[in-house]
Structures are given as C-alpha cells and as structure tokens.
C-alpha cells in the first residue's frame, strides 16, 4: 500500500525569512559602522560643533553641517507642503470622480513619472524650469513683502529644488494613497450615499479616515524620498554653502554635497568630514523612520481600524 509523504516546508520558510530579515539588520549595522568609523577624525576634532556650524571651508580646514542639514530639511519641507496636497487631490479625483477611462490614462501618466530617472528631472529642472522661474515666477514673488522672497531672480536655488523635488515625489504619494482609496469598501461609502452624504462628505468622512494610517505611510515614503535625493537637487538647487531666509537664494543639501565635492576631498579631514555628512543623513533617514513608526501606532490607537 503506497501512502503519499507530505513534505513540511514551514521550518525552511522560517528559516529563509529569518535569515533574510537578519540580513537586512546586518547590513543597516554594517552601513552604520562604516559611517562611524571613517567619521572618527571629524568628530574628534570638531565634536557636536559639526553640526550647528556653518562654515564650509575645506582650505583652511573648518568644517560645519549647519548648513546642508538646513538646505535638507528646506526644500523638504517645501517639497511636502506642495506634493502632499496635490498628491491626495489627484488620488480622490482618480477614484471618486474620474471617469474609469480617464482614470487609467492619467494613473498610467502618474506611474510613468515615477520611472523618470532623477538626473532627467534635474536636467530638466536646470534648462527648462530654472529660466521659467527667473523670468516668470520669481519677479511675481518678488513683490511681496517679506524676507522669503527677496534677492535677484537666478532661476535656481531653494524654491526650485523644493518644486523639483515635489514633483519627484509626487507620483510615489500618489499612487500609494489612490490603491489605499480603493480598498475602501464600496458598502461603506455606499452606506453613506444611502443616508444622503454629498461625495466630499464621504470623503471627508468616511474614505480618509479609513486609510489614514496608509496615507501617513504613503505621506512618509515620499519625505524619505525626498530627504536623499542626489542629483536632481544638485542641478537647481544652487551648491552655495550659506544659510539664507530667502527662498531664491542658493543653497545646498548633504546628498548634493557629497556628489559634488567627494571627488575633490584630498586631506583626511575634508573626506572624514564628508563621511560625517553622511552620518547625519543617515541618522536623520533613521530618525523619520523611527517618526513614521510612532505615527503610525498613535493613529492606529486614535482611529481604532482602518488600514
């Protein structure tokens, strides 16, 4: 009599898993470590300094992060406060009011923005968006009072990276928040219609505060996004080590730093310095992660369910 052996793949699976997630882990570490120790000159002889001043000045070997850690968190900042917005109105419109057709071309258009390589947006950004900027948008600006938009109109500098970054990260939120809107279930909203809400009430209450948790996700997978990218920030952005309240002037962040200058770091302390740049990127990347994860927790406990 033949009897048919079922084999347990549930140990291995584990074990796979496992050893993936530890990987991962070992890897971050590894990373971490690297950081630190090809730090070490820097931090020896600058200390906590480093990073409230900000100095730039590699010929007489005076060092700060004050300002690049400035210029990162700006147009950041700038970039979520425009993208953020658009991002879940372009979403709601896709589900709830657009036509099935429309939908898909202008979701496809969304998705193939994400797929555009950034050193693209920053080409673009240089020769195209910077002079439409100096020329048309700035001079506007320019009017109105305030230390936000004073200097000349250059076309580059915080603003321009801040937009350029918004419509980088744009696609990303995006999408995210419009498949969080479709695992809404059509029998609460429908319920809602039913008691005679108006579409933006059942948005408003109802499809929101459903997907709130992912949409912080989504919200926070763009700053990530946003907060190390390279080379479309390195061409708008200005590369001017100063920190200025105006929003036209030049400026700089860590990830433009490093890709341009990394290669012209000849004496120890100028590369150890740069590879502390690094370490401030990767502490701040760790700390939004660390943000993200509490967030998300205290929402989950604010709005009992949802995503």
Request: charged content about 15%; aromatic content about 10%; overall charge neutral.
């Amino acid at each position: 009599m033949r009897t048919d052996r079922r084999i347990d793949w549930d140990p291995l699976f584990r074990s796979l898993t496992l050893g993936g997630g530890l990987v991962l882990m070992l890897v971050v570490v590894a990373i971490f470590w690297e950081l630190w120790q090809g730090s070490q000159l820097s931090l020896q002889k600058f200390g906590w300094s480093f990073l409230f001043t900000e100095t730039w000045d590699p010929v007489s070997e005076t060092f700060g992060a004050a300002s690049t850690i400035y210029g990162t968190l700006l147009s950041t900042c700038i970039a979520m406060v425009l993208a953020v917005p658009l991002s879940l109105a372009i979403a709601l419109f896709l589900v709830e009011l657009a036509p099935p057709r429309l939908a898909a071309a202008v979701g496809a258009g969304i998705e193939l923005l994400a797929a555009i390589p950034s050193i693209i947006y920053g080409m673009w950004g240089l020769f195209v968006f910077a002079p439409f900027m100096a020329e048309k948008v700035q001079p506007l600006l320019a009017k109105i009072p305030g230390p936000f938009f004073t200097g000349p109109p250059m076309g580059i500098g915080m603003l321009s990276a801040g937009i350029i970054l918004a419509l980088m990260i744009l696609p990303f939120i995006t999408s995210v928040t419009r498949d969080i809107f479709r695992m809404v279930p059509a029998v609460v909203k429908e319920s809602a219609y039913g008691m005679g809400s108006t579409t933006w009430e059942v948005t408003r209450k109802v499809t929101i505060p459903y997907g709130i948790q992912g949409i912080v996700g989504a919200c926070f997978l763009g700053l990530g996004r946003a907060i190390g990218e390279t080379m479309a920030v390195t061409f708008v952005i200005g590369n001017r080590h100063e920190i200025s309240a105006s929003l036209f002037a030049a400026g700089n962040s860590i990830a433009s730093t490093l890709a341009n200058e990394f290669t012209e770091a000849s004496e120890e302390i100028y590369l150890s310095s740069l590879v502390e740049l690094g370490l401030v990127l990767f502490g701040l990347t760790l700390l939004l992660q660390l943000l993200a994860q509490w967030w998300l927790k205290r929402t989950r406990r604010r709005m009992g369910g949802g995503l």
